[in-house]
């Protein structure tokens, strides 16, 4: 780690050092760079530190001159790049209908070789510092298009673009303001490599005589100008391609370092030791933050070959942070010590591991069927078609070319959960980590699941390392069950299956009133292909809501509950149907329906950790809406935003921290009262208790009966019944048939 620190030092003061050469030199050059001051071609000398060049100007002057023209042609042809690439990237990130018309000159663009592009534009413009920042421009624009437009695919599904979209953000904002912090690291990190590659191009085209025209003193037109007198003066050659070079390779190294894979905060004290047939593992695990508090505290313990352990606790027990750590892949600024020991076995992986949000797993750009082709030759388990339809079967989901086709945004939470399975499946992994395998799965599901799980552990032997919420519905997988608490072992046992007595439900009598519905839907149909030319996801659902009322949603994995709630929220176009509210249509995409209508419904997210954006502070997120919906001023907002903290039980303090430093329970109530600041008629919750511990589960229960009973009508989409006995008035199923059945409780 030090040797790494050193290295990284030492070429950041190479890097400092030449461009202060570049921004300084002309202080204290000693001669006019085009001043002929000697005869041609003298050696250094103590008048000439360099000697003299080809006509006898001082070599040292135009040395210290010439840097400039070309870090200037660079930065702006960089800055020139960037502001075509992250414009046209975040557009057909965010506009996919734009997509194919910013994608299809892009990939005709990146096949013409940048020397090409310079000798026509230089034959169109001239020859000239236009030219060359034009080509080096068209030369890198398509790229950043590329990467950026990647990079926003995957964001424009998260929780807090969507709710943005929901509130009814403009373009321009959800591209500069919404996502575009998020991009820094990735944008940084491009730019620091785009800016050696630009160097190189300038340079390159100044030493074919296409950039500045004599007696300009560049660097590059140096090493034309004074080639033929090489063999009698070099360092009139020497000199400016040696710092060319130092400054190409200088910035490479720089930002390879600062935002490569040696920056990661992995780099700790850890010894990962893989022992044949030994299981899992873990003597003596701490992990410190930056401050050097504990937030795993002195954990041991060892589970055999074929064994299972299941780690429970509280949200920020640090049961993730635990199995970031087995998996040596702890986030930058954590640092562990102690020793952790997979077993391995010959001819399989060591280690596979499913997320708890399937987000970050997939890529929003690949189809499903290729994504785990490309894990399968990895892993060197590639069996073409058949392999990938064998992958999906065995985690219960279908094996079909359309479905192989797919893209991620087009399954459910609980499809990608299970994708993500197979893919960690593909080899036979010695250890299986799973982080909430059950959230956003039905009853049925789950059983099936467990049952593959137990199926696989059976067969091969595999380590299973689950992460829980829902031990009842693991009870046949578990063997031990690990107990966390801020970060120390409570409790560590064998499983034994509890056998308390049933839990009494107490139904609140609700008074049937005959007042109208606030929310009509007739014959809705969803589709994930535009233009409603796809299979539906659901046909034909009917149902009506009123002020007050709970309507709870169900139905498998896949089935479209999902895609419901982003069609009434205008997030997804329907298909067919109508879709009214007081009577009056709504519009069905969010950013035409009127402010009245964008404020009456209000969509929260299943995943609390995508749900709020990382690059801003709470109580800033809870006041847009005030601000964006209400009207509102800064310090109306902040005295509202107080007010609908304390409303959800969260401190005001806590308006000052980002999403990061708050718990899973304490992120999902923040969405809420992100939602809440529209003032909504209608609050539909996807899934929002299914990622939490018991204990935070039942506060945000009691939060939403409470709202409830205040007159706000809620849809509520969920697998777990604690929630549908608490909450539902009425239940509409959705089952695979794509028929819908309608319930009162």
């Known amino acids: 780690m030090k040797a790494r620190n050193r290295i990284r030092s030492g070429w950041l003061v190479v890097t400092v050092a030449v461009l ?3 921004l300084l030199g002309p202080v204290f050059a000693p001669y006019a760079p085009t001043a002929a001051t000697a005869p041609p071609f003298q050696p250094p000398s103590a008048d000439h530190l360099l000697g003299t060049d080809v006509v006898g100007r001082d070599v040292a002057s135009r040395v210290l001159h010439g840097g400039l023209p070309l870090l200037s042609i660079a930065g702006l042809a960089l800055i020139v790049a960037y502001a075509l690439g992250l414009g046209l990237g975040l557009i057909a990130g965010l506009r996919r209908g734009w997509d194919r018309v910013i994608m299809r000159p892009v990939d005709a663009i990146v096949v013409v070789p940048w020397f090409l592009l310079l000798a026509v534009i230089a034959t169109a413009m001239g020859a000239g510092p236009a030219a060359i920042v034009v080509t080096a421009a068209l030369a890198s624009v398509p790229w950043i298009i590329r990467i950026v437009r990647t990079c926003v695919l995957e964001l424009a599904s998260t929780g807090y673009i969507e709710s943005a979209r929901a509130r009814g953000e403009p373009l321009w904002r959800l591209a500069l303001v919404e996502v575009l912090p998020n991009l820094r690291s990735v944008v940084l990190a491009d730019a620091g490599v785009r800016m050696s590659a630009t160097i190189s191009i300038v340079a390159v085209s100044g030493f074919l005589g296409l950039g500045l025209r004599p007696p300009s003193s560049d660097w590059a037109l140096m090493i034309t100008e004074n080639r033929p007198g090489f063999a009698l003066q070099p360092w009139a050659v020497l000199a400016p391609a040696l710092l060319i070079m130092v400054l190409v390779v200088s910035v490479n190294m720089v930002t390879d370092r600062a935002f490569g894979t040696g920056h990661r905060g992995a780099a700790h004290r850890r010894v990962v030791s893989t022992v044949d047939g030994s299981g899992l593992s873990v003597d003596g695990l701490t992990v410190r933050d930056p401050s050097g508090t504990a937030v795993l505290e002195d954990i041991s313990l060892r589970v055999p070959a074929g064994g299972s352990i299941a780690v429970i606790g509280p949200s920020g027990a640090g049961k993730t942070t635990f199995a970031l750590a087995v998996l040596g892949v702890l986030p930058h600024g954590l640092t562990a010590e102690g020793t952790v020991g997979v077993g391995r076995s010959v001819g399989r992986r060591t280690v596979g591991y499913v997320p708890q949000d399937p987000a970050t797993g997939l890529n929003p750009a690949l189809r499903i069927g290729t994504a785990i082709r490309e894990i399968a030759r990895l892993r060197g388990t590639f069996e073409g078609r058949d392999g990938v339809a064998e992958a999906l079967r065995r985690v219960d989901l279908p094996d079909d070319r359309e479905f192989q086709r797919r893209f991620p945004h087009e399954l459910s939470g609980g499809q990608q959960q299970r994708v993500l399975l197979a893919m960690a499946l593909l080899g036979d992994p010695a250890l299986l980590v799973l982080d909430e395998p059950t959230t956003g799965l039905d009853a049925v599901t789950r059983e099936r699941l467990v049952d593959t799980l137990r199926r696989i552990r059976h067969d091969t032997s595999t380590t299973l390392l689950v992460i829980t919420h829902d031990l009842a519905a693991l009870a046949p997988l578990v063997d031990r069950v690990l107990r966390l608490e801020r970060g120390r072992v409570m409790s560590m046992a064998p499983h034994r299956a509890e056998t308390s007595s049933a839990t009494t439900i107490v139904r609140v009598p609700r008074t049937e009133t005959a007042t109208p519905p606030i929310l009509r839907v007739e014959d809705l149909t969803v589709t994930h292909r535009r233009h409603g030319d796809g299979r539906p996801v659901v046909d034909g659902l009917s149902f009506t809501l009123r002020a007050g009322e709970c309507l709870a949603i169900t139905g498998r994995s896949g089935a479209g509950k999902t895609t419901v709630a982003r069609a009434l929220s205008g997030l997804h176009v329907p298909a067919g149907g109508v879709v009214e509210l007081d009577g009056a249509p709504l519009h069905p995409r969010v950013d035409r329906r009127p402010l009245d209508h964008r404020r009456a419904i209000q969509l929260i997210f299943q ?42 039980g969260l401190d005001n303090e806590l308006a000052a921290r980002h999403p990061r430093q708050l718990s899973g329970g304490q992120q999902q109530r923040a969405a809420i009262a992100r939602a809440l600041a529209a003032e909504p008629r209608i609050l539909i919750c996807d899934e929002i208790t299914s990622s939490l511990d018991p204990g935070t589960q039942n506060m945000v229960i009691d939060l939403l009966d409470e709202l409830r009973r205040t007159g706000l009508a809620l849809i509520v989409i969920s697998h777990q019944d604690t929630v549908i006995d608490r909450l539902a008035d009425t239940v509409l199923s959705l089952p695979e048939s794509k028929t819908t059945r309608t319930t009162r409780v």
């Open 607 to 648: 995943n609390p950790a995508t749900s709020l954006n990382p690059s801003y502070r709470i109580g800033g997120q809870i006041g847009r809406p005030l601000r964006l919906l209400h009207g509102m001023d800064g310090a109306a907002a902040l005295q509202q935003t107080r007010h609908l903290l304390d409303g959800v």
């Open 20 to 22: 202060l050469l570049v």
